[in-house]
């Protein structure tokens, strides 16, 4: 069964960190690309990091200010997102998705246009 799950989620206070997991079942992380989205209450999707499976190049919007970074252990078949310095317009649901890597053939852009699987999210409150 083809299965994306997050953990980590969590209350942390202004300033602090997390480390959110994405655990993969069924297929192989390293085959694809990864995306990071989340999506606040009354707020569209979106993006906040991707890395190539193929060859780890990494994507992440300008006003996070270089706060999240996003890795992976190919050996649990598992990727992470390390968000420093929450703020309190971080808080959301966060969601992993994993779609077909453009890296691997070629292109120049990292996130994938379309995503083949989703996790089921993880909530993430910032607050003091």
């Known amino acids: 069964q083809v299965q994306l799950v997050e953990s980590g989620g969590g209350l942390v206070q202004p300033g602090g960190s997390l480390r959110l997991s994405c655990a993969a079942s069924?297929?192989?992380?390293?085959?694809?690309?990864i995306g990071w989205f989340r999506q606040a209450p009354g707020k569209e999707r979106e993006g906040v990091a991707c890395?190539?499976?193929?060859?780890?190049?990494?994507w992440y919007p300008y006003y996070l200010d270089s706060r999240f970074t996003i890795s992976g252990d190919n050996a649990k078949n598992t990727m992470y997102l390390k968000m420093n310095n929450l703020k309190p317009e971080d808080p959301a649901i966060y969601y992993c998705?994993?779609?077909?890597?453009?890296?691997?053939?070629?292109?120049?852009?990292?996130?994938?246009?379309?995503?083949?699987?989703w996790g089921q999210g993880t909530q993430v409150t910032v607050s003091s």
């Open positions: 890395i190539s499976g193929s060859d780890g190049s990494t």
């Open positions: 069924g297929f192989t992380l390293a085959n694809y690309a």
């Open positions: 998705a994993a779609g077909p890597d453009p890296r691997r053939r070629g292109a120049g852009v990292v996130c994938p246009g379309q995503y083949d699987y």
